[in-house]
């Protein structure tokens, strides 16, 4: 039980930023309804803080962009 506690308390120490399905969409220059398309199928992962307010985690933008550059090289 102790090691899930000092898991959670490891990762609230980790400054991990996020960003509004606005800011995703523009890194991407796709439209927020295809974000929200994405994160509705699990292609990107969310953090929910509420009813209608969701924010992704930045590394998200790193694990996006990483798997389409492969994609292209790879052809």
Do not use: C, H
């Amino acid at each position: 039980m102790s090691s899930l506690i000092d898991d959670l308390a490891r990762a609230a120490n980790e400054e991990e930023e996020y960003l509004t399905v606005e800011q995703f969409a523009k890194l991407f220059q796709i439209s927020e309804g295809t974000v929200y398309r994405w994160t509705a199928s699990g292609k990107v992962a969310t953090i929910k803080l509420g009813y209608r307010t969701i924010r992704i985690p930045r590394s998200e933008v790193q694990r996006i962009a990483q798997m389409n550059y492969r994609k292209s090289v790879d052809g």
